[in-house]
């Protein structure tokens, strides 16, 4: 009987993606087939993977799927995920051009993928028929690959287990052990001229200075030039001090971060929701917020509670206080409600949802109705809003 394999890049992994891949058993598939470029991957998933990822890499990994097509031409189905983007497609359409064997593989996509394939010409079939070759210039151990083929199976959510690739770079960095005194303020995000991290350095500054309570690690320089940047204004703290205050260039070590944190602050204008918020919220680390249009999209019940005034730095600094000394009673009830609406918007079952909607119109012809995306208003949907729009329709 022919195996009907997924196969993702995960680019964007997060434990929702894995009660999607446990939902998907529900629509038929066997398998599912991945390569990562962060940090994480869940267990239950085929790593094909061994260094950093690369053009060259990429390569190698569709290399891996047709090598596995060559093989096994009678008892494997390929269903790309959120290949969408027509970029990316013809990427795989040349890797395929010199052509000694033909099978199907069906492009998936979803979301705002979804209505930029649907212009294409690909829509009136989305059974796509690629010119493949194994190169030379990629050996895989072939026969270790084959044989994993059949190892590998999706594990319900709450036994799937997530694993770090390569070393802990970032942990030497980190000079100091968290005792039960001290507080640890996050920022982990790329430094960016409007995301203020001047602005949150400067309150670092001057709560460290009145405190000995609170430690900051600001968390998302792209090269030794920002570190510099951001370090010119810790260098006003008394050398005894400046540790307190810790600079570090982005790294896949985030599980880490959010583990010291008791506060994650945003003092960030951004134009959207940032994955970062919604992963502290998870994480159930309260979050510090600017006041932007996007806030009260989160948790509109008692929002004003984490939000500073955007730009100032009393205020900021106001409200890091009211964070650190606020008892755990108040914190707790802030995160749980912070987390069940980004449950609720942003997570996992919401997520498995929209995208059955989408294979149901693969396998079933099923009408999407895609104004439930809302992408002209820029409205988060909640699970139960999508459901009744649906039943609407």
């Not at 962060?38 to 061994?50: E, F, G, H, K, M």
């Not at 050996?139 to 709450?158: A, C, G, H, N």
């Not at 942990?171 to 303020?185: I, N, P, R, Y």
């Not at 942003?346 to 079933?364: C, D, I, N, Q």
Request: aromatic share 12%.
């Amino acid at each position: 009987m022919q195996k009907k394999i997924l196969v993702d890049g995960l680019s964007a992994l997060t434990d929702g993606n894995v009660a999607l891949y446990y939902r998907l058993k529900r629509y038929g598939f066997d398998h599912l087939l991945a390569y990562r470029s962060a940090d994480r991957l869940p267990s239950p998933a085929l790593q094909v993977r061994t260094k950093k990822f690369s053009a060259n890499y990429f390569i190698e990994f569709f290399q891996f799927v047709f090598l596995l097509i060559k093989e096994k031409p009678d008892l494997v189905e390929f269903y790309l995920h959120q290949f969408g983007r027509l970029g990316v497609l013809f990427e795989i359409l040349k890797i395929g051009s010199c052509l000694f064997f033909r099978t199907p593989i069906t492009v998936i996509c979803t979301g705002r993928e979804l209505l930029d394939f649907g212009r294409s010409r690909f829509l009136k079939d989305l059974s796509v028929k690629l010119a493949l070759r194994c190169s030379k210039r990629f050996q895989i151990k072939e026969s270790y690959m084959l044989s994993k083929l059949d190892e590998f199976d999706i594990v319900p959510r709450e036994k799937a287990k997530f694993i770090h690739n390569g070393v802990f770079e970032g942990l030497s960095k980190c000079q100091f052990k968290k005792s039960k005194d001290q507080k640890v303020v996050l920022f982990f995000n790329s430094f960016k001229v409007w995301r203020n991290v001047d602005l949150l350095a400067e309150a670092a500054l001057e709560l460290v200075r009145r405190r000995n309570d609170v430690v900051f690690l600001l968390v998302g320089a792209r090269n030794r030039n920002e570190v510099d940047s951001v370090s010119n204004i810790v260098q006003r703290i008394s050398p005894q001090d400046r540790w307190r205050v810790q600079i570090h260039q982005m790294n896949d070590n985030r599980e880490f971060y959010y583990g010291l944190a008791d506060l994650f602050v945003l003092p960030a204008d951004l134009v959207w929701l940032n994955n970062s918020v919604l992963e502290a919220m998870l994480l159930e680390v309260p979050v510090l917020l600017p006041d932007v249009e996007w806030v009260d999209k989160i948790v509109a019940d008692g929002v004003s509670g984490f939000v500073h005034e955007h730009k100032n730095l009393s205020s900021l600094v106001s409200k890091i206080d009211y964070f650190l000394d606020i008892d755990k009673q108040s914190v707790s009830a802030i995160v749980s409600r912070a987390k069940a609406e980004v449950l609720d918007k942003f997570g996992s079952e919401k997520r498995a949802y929209l995208h059955s909607l989408f294979y149901k119109t693969v396998f079933t012809d099923y009408e999407v109705p895609c104004g439930i995306f809302e992408g002209d208003k820029v409205r988060v949907l909640s699970l139960d809003e999508i459901k009744k729009a649906v039943d609407d329709t």
